[in-house]
């Protein structure tokens, strides 16, 4: 498991031709270089309150949690409902799926789902039947050939089929994942069996087939949740993709956004990390301090062609 040590962090959060490069497993994850620098010791009067990053070192993130799943009702009335088998691979209920919906038209509305480059979703059935349902294409049409997102009446629903037509890539990872172990409802099922849901989907960078994650008498603690949680955003900081959507669980969010904001107003961290409702989408800047990314700016510009002089008048006052 990952452990406590591992959670430094490069990046900050702000309330605010694609290319798929692989995606480091749970465990390559810890490789990626890290760094963090204690806030510079400037007097009150003199210390800025915002803060201030080259554009092409930022992303717009758009997280999501899963609409309403079967767990969700059974938990709300008994806890111990978890535990039941017959939560396995939890699908979206008919109000859940009523939420995506009303979250596809926010997203159409504000011009979200159009600036999307990616979504990355975590491989389990209540947050691929979100993902394909709030950022997929136009609902299933004859003599339109793109590929299905999702084939009619996946996970146990009465949802049309899905299609690619018009949307962005979407790529399934195991690193955003809710707690590992113990619920039946967070263990996944086969690969074999989403390929044939959703074969628009790429699974290419999961590496097992069947679930080896997933212990049935051992949960993810808090802190190693949150650990890999701050590993997947340095890898989203690698993305060369500048707006991001991820569909994902409660769990996952409400630690992984703990580890942010403790550089900030209270009520800004608060802004962060506050638990997220089903179907909730909450979006943020994340900024990449220690240049993970080698992607450079496409909105620069050099400045001094043809060459001259341009000696700053400030400089040649005092030569």
Not at 19 to 30: A, T, V
Not at 76 to 84: G, I
């Amino acid at each position: 498991m990952i452990h406590q040590s591992s959670m430094t962090s490069n990046l900050s959060f702000y309330i605010s031709s694609v290319s798929l490069s692989p995606l480091p497993s749970i465990r390559r994850l810890s490789s990626l270089r890290c760094c963090s620098s204690p806030l510079p010791s400037h007097d009150m009067e003199a210390k800025p309150s915002q803060g201030l990053y080259p554009l092409h070192r930022c992303k717009t993130i758009h997280l999501v949690r899963h609409a309403q799943g079967i767990h969700n009702v059974e938990g709300e009335k008994n806890h111990d409902a978890y535990l039941s088998e017959d939560l396995f691979d939890a699908h979206l209920t008919p109000l859940g799926w009523q939420q995506v919906d009303n979250l596809q038209k926010h997203g159409k509305a504000s011009g979200i789902s159009k600036r999307i480059e990616l979504v990355v979703v975590s491989p389990l059935l209540r947050t691929l039947q979100t993902a394909v349902g709030t950022f997929g294409g136009e609902r299933d049409k004859n003599g339109v050939d793109a590929p299905l997102l999702m084939v009619a009446g996946a996970g146990n629903s009465d949802r049309p089929a899905i299609s690619s037509l018009n949307c962005p890539p979407f790529i399934a990872v195991e690193s955003c994942r809710e707690h590992l172990g113990v619920h039946p409802c967070d263990r996944r099922s086969n690969i074999t069996k989403y390929r044939e849901l959703f074969p628009a989907i790429d699974f290419s960078l999961i590496e097992t087939d069947e679930d080896v994650l997933w212990k049935p008498n051992v949960r993810e603690e808090n802190k190693e949740i949150a650990a890999r949680g701050v590993k997947f955003m340095n890898w989203l900081s690698t993305r060369k993709e500048k707006e991001i959507a991820v569909v994902t669980h409660s769990g996952f969010l409400y630690q992984t956004l703990n580890s942010f904001g403790n550089d900030c107003d209270p009520a800004v961290k608060n802004e962060i990390s506050t638990k997220f409702a089903n179907c909730e989408l909450r979006s943020i800047v994340l900024v990449d301090k220690c240049m993970n990314s080698s992607n450079p700016s496409v909105t620069n510009y050099p400045g001094k062609i043809p060459a001259g002089e341009d000696l700053p008048s400030d400089i040649a006052a005092h030569k």
